[in-house]
C-alpha cells in the first residue's frame, strides 16, 4: 500500500535536524515512503536550502517540494500538502524528529489489517542533545481508551501518526481557525465524524525536547488550545459535563512561571494527573 510522509519546515529549524529526519524516513526506513511531502513555509534561508536540495538529488522525484512565499503557518502548510499527497496513508514527520527503522511497515501493516482504525500513533522516546533518552511516552491503545483520554490530553503524538488518506477526502482537515495545537483540533474532528483512533505499544519516534520547547508555549498558545478542548468537549461529551475541569486546570498551569512548568513537566506529575 502506497505511503505519503508529510512535514513542513520553516526557517528556525537547524539544518542539520532536518537531514536527520529526512534520513530516519527515507535511508534507514525497511519500508520506503513512496513519496515525502516538504512545504517550504516561507523563505528557509542557504543552510535549508541546501538540505533539501542536497536530499532532492538522493530521493529523487520522490521527494514534492512545496513552496509558500510567506510563512503561512503549519496549520495551512499541512492543509496545502494534503493537496498533493496521493498515498492511501499518510504519515506526519516534524523536521527535528527521527523517526525508527520500522516505523513506517509496523503501522502500514496495522492498518492493512485493523480497517475499522483510520488515525494510528505509537510510543515515542523523548530526546535531547544531551541525553539520548529522557523517557518514553506512551497513549491509549484503543478507542474506548482514547475517548477517556482525549478531554485530559491529546491522544496521539501529532509527528508519530500515520493516518487514511480517505479521511481527507471525505473533506476533513486541519481547521484552519487554529495557528498552533491543530492536530488537537483534528483528533476531536475525527472522533466526531465517526472514525476511530489507536496507538501502538511500539515506539515509532524519537521526539526530540530542546530546552527552548517550554519558552514555545506561549499564553496566547494556552488560550489557544484551550478554546480546541472546550469546544471539542462540548461536542462529543455535551455541554453539561465535569471533563471540563481538565481544560481549566490545563490552561491555568500554563499560565504559571517557566520555571514551575519545567519543573511539574519533567516529574511524573504530569502523568499521574493524566491517568
Excluded at 52 to 63: A, E, M, P, V
Excluded at 95 to 114: A, C, F, G, M, N
Excluded at 153 to 170: C, E, G, N, Q
Amino acid at each position: 500500500m502506497s505511503i505519503s510522509v508529510l512535514m513542513s519546515v520553516y526557517k528556525s529549524e537547524k539544518p542539520e535536524y532536518l537531514s536527520c529526519a529526512l534520513k530516519s524516513i527515507w535511508n534507514d526506513q525497511e519500508v520506503k515512503p513512496d513519496e515525502i511531502i516538504i512545504v517550504k513555509d516561507g523563505p528557509l534561508g542557504e543552510e535549508l536550502n541546501a538540505v533539501i536540495d542536497r536530499w532532492h538529488k538522493c530521493i529523487g522525484t520522490h521527494l514534492i517540494i512545496l513552496v509558500n512565499d510567506e510563512n503561512l503557518g503549519l496549520t495551512k502548510s499541512l492543509n496545502k500538502g494534503l493537496k498533493f499527497a496521493s498515498g492511501k496513508y499518510i504519515a506526519r514527520m516534524d523536521s527535528d524528529d527521527i523517526s525508527t527503522p520500522v516505523r513506517l511497515k509496523i503501522q502500514r501493516d496495522y492498518l492493512d489489517s485493523h480497517p475499522d482504525i483510520d488515525v494510528l500513533g505509537g510510543s515515542i522516546v523523548e530526546f535531547n542533545s544531551e541525553n539520548a533518552n529522557l523517557g518514553t511516552r506512551t497513549f491509549p491503545k484503543d478507542h474506548q481508551s482514547v475517548l477517556k483520554y482525549i478531554y485530559k490530553a491529546s491522544p496521539l503524538a501529532h509527528p508519530a501518526v500515520m493516518m487514511r488518506k480517505s479521511l481527507f477526502d471525505i473533506g476533513l482537515q486541519y481547521n484552519e481557525k487554529y495557528r498552533t495545537s491543530q492536530d488537537i483540533a483534528l483528533w476531536f474532528d475525527v472522533v466526531k465524524s465517526g472514525h476511530k483512533i489507536g496507538n501502538l505499544e511500539d515506539v515509532v519516534l524519537k521526539f526530540r525536547r530542546d530546552s527552548d520547547v517550554y519558552k514555545r508555549r506561549s499564553r496566547k498558545k494556552a488560550y489557544n488550545e484551550f478554546q480546541i478542548y472546550m469546544s471539542g468537549i462540548r461536542d462529543i461529551f455535551g455541554l453539561i459535563t465535569w471533563k471540563y475541569v481538565y481544560p481549566l486546570a490545563r490552561y491555568c498551569f500554563r499560565l504559571m512561571p517557566l520555571f514551575i512548568v519545567r519543573k511539574v513537566y519533567d516529574s511524573n506529575l504530569r502523568s499521574k494527573f493524566l491517568q
